[in-house]
């Protein structure tokens, strides 16, 4: 007799008992009826994993990466408040804007290298560049981003301190680059926000697979109500106008963005969503995001209730970057959310008359 290391936890079969009034060899009925009906030899297969254990491996990440979702989508936002303040000719939303882009991608980015390990890990994601790793795109526009967003926010800090910056003759060649590197970052300010989710719905976990086609169109809300939500509370009314009419946006976008992506779902890889730690950051980020949109919309030129609505947006852009991340860990450690939608997909392939390929076949 072999033993293992989990027999300890197989579960404990059941009794088997025969009929008292059955003869030896008598054929077990059903009681209901008139008894024509005999019950099946073998009893409908319930699946069940190996010893309860995953079917796919949770990914190995921590709240930091969840940190870098949330700070890479404020990142994204701000830069493309800041191009506005440079268009429109609004010094402090620039300012503010630029200065709080580089705030947001270099913490976000210390979390990402704080994930990783060892800083050289994300160099050595730089070597090549694979169109068809999100990874490999990702780190490229992170690079990118970051250096327009470094040179505009260097001159943002030059003027604030009234030149004292140790700059000498490279004062000229940073005013000459600051108008080019704003355009620049804001370019990459969009795919910083949505590669992230393209990065998610890549991997095998079943509610961030399940979520590929939409969870672009919910980070890229989510960053719009989180950069729109800063520029509010940093920046006086006179100048948030831009903001303001972002944070409107973003919160339509939002929600209609997440009730989409959980229509199209399958059910059972949606639940998830509404369950738990991830299913109650969700529901607050959606009462937040009505909620701060509102104040924007009816009374974000009151400077009390601009900067309270710009807090409630942020914290509700947060809570759907690390519900949606807490969802999928979820996910992938309860073996149904990955059987379940296997076999919903088989069928439904089935009544639709797909019956001759490797899918419904099994061969």
């Known amino acids: 007799m072999t033993l293992s290391e989990f027999d300890n936890v197989r579960p404990a079969e059941s009794s088997r008992r025969r009929r008292q009034d059955a003869k030896p060899g008598e054929r077990r009925r059903r009681d209901n009826g008139d008894g024509s009906r005999e019950i099946p030899m073998v009893p409908e297969a319930e699946f069940t994993s190996y010893y309860g254990r995953p079917v796919v491996k949770p990914a190995p990440w921590g709240e930091d990466v969840a940190l870098y979702l949330f700070l890479g989508g404020v990142a994204g936002g701000s830069a493309l408040l800041g191009l506005g303040g440079q268009l429109t000719g609004r010094p402090m939303l620039r300012r503010n804007a630029r200065l709080g882009a580089l705030a947001a991608i270099s913490v976000g980015a210390g979390a990402l290298v704080k994930d990783l390990g060892r800083p050289e890990r994300f160099l050595n ?3 090549t560049f694979k169109v068809t790793s999100p990874m490999s795109v990702g780190s490229w526009i992170l690079s990118a981003f970051s250096a327009g967003t470094a040179v505009t926010a260097v001159a943002e800090l030059d003027r604030l301190t009234g030149s004292k910056l140790p700059l000498g003759p490279l004062r000229k060649v940073l005013r000459a680059l600051e108008g080019p590197a704003g355009f620049e970052a804001a370019a990459f300010a969009g795919p910083l926000a949505a590669y992230t989710a393209v990065l998610l719905g890549d991997t095998a976990t079943p509610t961030w697979n399940a979520a590929h086609e939409e969870l672009p169109f919910v ?26 009419k972002l944070a409107v946006l973003g919160v339509l976008g939002d929600v209609a963005a997440m009730k989409v992506m959980e229509r199209r779902m399958d059910p059972v890889t949606a639940e998830p969503l ?8 969700l529901t607050w980020s959606e009462r937040l995001a009505v909620g701060g949109g509102l104040g924007a919309l009816l009374a974000g030129r ?27 860990l979820a996910s992938a450690r309860d073996p149904r959310y990955t059987i379940e939608p296997q076999k919903n997909r088989l069928a439904a392939r089935r009544a639709a008359g797909v019956t001759n390929d490797a899918i419904t076949t099994g061969s």
Do not use: Y
Request: include cysteine; aromatic fraction near 4%.
């Open 125 to 127: 994601m730089l070597r």
């Open 219 to 244: 980070f890229v809300s989510s960053a719009c109500l989180a950069s729109a939500g800063l520029a509010m509370v940093t920046t006086p009314v006179e100048e948030a106008g831009p903001a303001r």
């Open 274 to 281: 509404h369950l738990g730690k991830a299913g109650t950051m």
């Open 302 to 328: 009151n400077r009390a209730v601009a900067a309270a609505s710009g807090l409630a947006l942020l914290a509700a852009s947060a809570l759907t970057r690390f519900g949606v991340f807490e969802a999928g």
